[in-house]
């Protein structure tokens, strides 16, 4: 079956400590983006990246970071810089091109203690 | 600057009525619209689209109007079911940016009472 994955479905970190999640999809999309969505607001974009070695800061990127060295995988790591981190984290992927939807993850619940 | 906004918070419905969900948007560029369900802690499915060359696009129980002079799209559900409650987002894209960039107005989150 194709689709995007991502791991862990819950996560807790200490404040301070940098953690990577995960996002790998095997639908041979070119683009991938990585949202953020608080309780009760949209989804908003933090990293997106078009094809691989290349990626592009969305509307929040600060305090995050990513990489993008296979087209299967689209790692997120939210750094201690990230003044609150605590939200539901939403990968997706897309066709590179116009005009196509976006297919999205299950998410992972970030909890900062 | 919210590019596309959704106005209404919450709605709630009967089960059998119709549904009718609103979505505004200021970029004149956009002319690419998308609706996506989302149910707690899973990521949104895609629903249904329409290009800025039509105005209405039907599939199944869902249609999805736009007034492009008004900028303003909707999303209508007949007849509407108690699985059809989750947050619903509008999304618009494309126009002037390459590729696949979507912009989310802030969900409606649907009840559809029995």
């Known amino acids: 079956d194709g689709g995007i994955t991502q791991s862990p479905k819950y996560l807790f970190r200490k404040e301070g400590q940098n953690v990577t999640l995960s996002c790998e999809q095997n639908?041979?999309?070119?683009?991938m983006y990585w949202y953020r969505q608080d309780p009760g607001q949209g989804l908003r974009l933090i990293y997106y990246?078009?094809?691989?070695?290349?990626?592009q800061k969305g509307d929040i990127a600060e305090g995050y970071s990513v990489s993008r060295e296979k087209k299967e995988s689209f790692p997120l790591t939210v750094t201690s810089a990230q003044k609150n981190p605590t939200a539901f984290y939403l990968c997706?992927?897309?066709?590179?091109?116009?005009?196509?939807?976006?297919?999205f993850g299950p998410g992972t619940r970030l909890t900062v203690l | 600057d919210q590019q596309v906004k959704q106005n209404s918070p919450s709605l709630s419905v009967q089960e059998g009525r119709i549904s009718i969900l609103n979505c505004d948007y200021t970029?004149?560029?956009?002319?690419?619209f998308l609706w996506y369900k989302k149910y707690p802690a899973e990521g949104p499915t895609f629903l249904i689209s329409?290009?800025?060359?039509?105005d209405k696009n039907e599939d199944g129980r869902f249609t999805v109007f736009l007034n492009k002079s008004a900028k303003h799209l909707s999303l209508h559900i007949v007849p509407s079911q108690p699985g059809d409650s989750a947050v619903y987002f509008c999304?618009?894209?494309?126009?002037?940016?390459?590729?696949?960039?979507?912009?989310f107005g802030g969900g409606t989150r649907l009840m559809v009472k029995p």
């Open positions: 639908l041979n999309h070119d683009a």
């Open positions: 990246s078009q094809i691989v070695n290349d990626f």
């Open positions: 997706a992927s897309s066709i590179f091109s116009t005009y196509n939807e976006q297919f």
């Open positions: 970029n004149s560029m956009f002319d690419y």
């Open positions: 999304a618009a894209c494309c126009g002037d940016n390459a590729g696949n960039m979507l912009t």
């Open positions: 329409i290009s800025s060359i039509k």
